[in-house]
């Protein structure tokens, strides 16, 4: 169908059938202002115009088109799609398919709008309820406990055996500490509600690990957590203690070297490494000394060496040292020697998402 417009000094005969703008709007639902906007974006322009007054005239055909118009306009659907409506109006089948896309577009829409509109409501009843809801997957919630509960597990009082579980902004990070090491493992999630920060006991951490595949979603409130994957539910109550400012535990020293080290050669080095036998408490411990060598590289030392003091070695409980590089993952990792009386660092080399930090052996 096509649409165009005339000019003539005068209406003639053909014109009286016509339909002035406020005959047309009455008949198709468009208001005059609508008509005029229509008009001017090309998709419904009059029949004729008065060159004189400028009055609109429009025939039967396009009070149709008006009518269709009127329609797609209370629905939503773009000018520009209007208008490419409006040129098929005299092939139904067209028109019909571009209805059916809108209406698919509207249904989809819906859909998020209807999800949007929960996640806002739960939003609201965590922040009410003094709530904090934590969704990752189980992998990467397996990943981060195991990163870190080998540091825990030797916790006695006054620090028991737990991680804590602090919220950030898009992340969840797990710290544990004996206060002879401490780890750190930070994962992505989606954080609702308020911040959170609970020091889990080490059963209920056990438990989290053990949740299997998919999704968790963990709800956080003062005195429970509710962690739920698929049909399994964990619940406990977190321990009210006050967990150390591990961030400040773990920041570098001014003069760290910092080495890079492939972790299964590290490990192929210590297992041919002298050891040196400790006591803490009636009970016997290997050690073993590591000191940078000439290169650059990382080496371990004798008890000999150890013994001269020359501060550029840091001795770690070498059952320690297996258990961080086991819990740093394959690849590569940072070692960060301070000297003998500072802490042994293993920083993930990426980012910092998985961090130990062993404390040193004194000779």
């Known amino acids: 169908m096509t649409l165009h417009q005339v000019e003539t000094?005068?209406?003639?005969?053909?014109?009286?059938?016509?339909?002035?703008?406020?005959?047309?709007?009455?008949?198709?639902?468009?208001?005059?202002?609508a008509l005029r906007f229509y008009d001017g974006a090309g998709v419904l322009i009059p029949a004729a115009v008065d060159p004189v007054t400028g009055y609109r005239r429009y025939t039967a055909e396009q009070i149709r088109a008006a009518r269709l118009i009127a329609g797609l306009r209370r629905v939503g659907m773009p000018v520009a799609e209007i208008a490419d409506a409006v040129r098929d109006l005299d092939d139904p089948?067209?028109?019909?398919?571009?209805?059916?896309?809108?209406?698919?577009?509207?249904?989809?829409?819906?859909?998020?709008?209807?999800?949007?509109?929960?996640?806002?409501?739960?939003?609201?009843?965590?922040?009410?309820?003094?709530?904090?809801?934590?969704t990752l997957s189980a992998a990467d919630l397996s990943a981060a406990l195991d990163a870190v509960l080998f540091a825990a597990v030797g916790a006695t009082d006054p620090m028991p055996a737990g991680v804590l579980a602090e919220t950030g902004d898009g992340d969840v990070t797990l710290v544990a500490t004996d206060r002879y090491r401490i780890a750190v493992a930070t994962t992505p999630a989606t954080v609702e509600g308020?911040?959170?920060?609970?020091?889990?006991?080490?059963?209920?951490?056990?438990?989290?690990?053990?949740?299997?595949?998919?999704?968790?979603?963990?709800?956080?409130?003062?005195?429970r957590v509710t962690a739920r994957a698929g049909d399994r539910t964990v619940e406990g109550k977190p321990l009210d203690?006050?967990?150390?400012?591990?961030?400040?535990?773990?920041?570098?020293?001014?003069?760290?070297?910092?080495?890079?080290?492939?972790?299964?050669?590290?490990?192929?080095?210590?297992?041919?490494?002298?050891?040196?036998?400790?006591?803490?408490?009636?009970q016997a411990y290997?050690?073993?000394?590591?000191?940078?060598?000439?290169?650059?590289?990382?080496?371990?030392?004798?008890?000999?060496?150890?013994?001269?003091?020359?501060?550029?070695?840091?001795?770690?409980?070498?059952?320690?040292?297996?258990?961080?590089?086991?819990?740093?993952?394959?690849?590569?990792?940072?070692?960060?020697?301070?000297?003998?009386?500072?802490?042994?660092?293993?920083?993930?080399?990426?980012?910092?998402?998985?961090?130990?930090?062993l404390m040193p052996v004194r000779h």
């Open 9 to 33: 000094p005068g209406f003639s005969d053909v014109e009286s059938d016509m339909r002035g703008i406020g005959e047309a709007a009455r008949a198709s639902g468009l208001s005059v202002s």
């Open 93 to 134: 089948a067209s028109v019909r398919v571009r209805l059916d896309d809108h209406l698919a577009r509207l249904e989809a829409g819906l859909a998020d709008a209807r999800r949007e509109l929960l996640r806002l409501h739960t939003l609201l009843d965590l922040e009410e309820n003094l709530m904090t809801r934590i």
């Open 194 to 223: 308020s911040a959170a920060r609970l020091f889990l006991p080490l059963d209920l951490a056990r438990d989290l690990r053990g949740l299997g595949g998919g999704e968790v979603t963990l709800d956080l409130t003062a005195d």
């Open 241 to 282: 203690l006050e967990f150390p400012d591990w961030r400040r535990l773990i920041a570098a020293g001014p003069e760290s070297r910092r080495v890079t080290v492939d972790v299964a050669e590290l490990r192929g080095l210590l297992d041919g490494a002298p050891v040196i036998d400790r006591e803490h408490e009636g």
């Open 286 to 357: 290997p050690v073993s000394v590591l000191t940078v060598d000439p290169a650059g590289g990382v080496r371990f030392a004798g008890a000999d060496e150890w013994a001269a003091d020359t501060g550029a070695h840091v001795a770690v409980n070498r059952e320690f040292l297996l258990e961080a590089l086991d819990a740093g993952g394959a690849g590569q990792l940072v070692l960060e020697l301070d000297g003998p009386v500072r802490p042994l660092a293993l920083r993930g080399l990426s980012s910092d998402s998985r961090f130990s930090l």
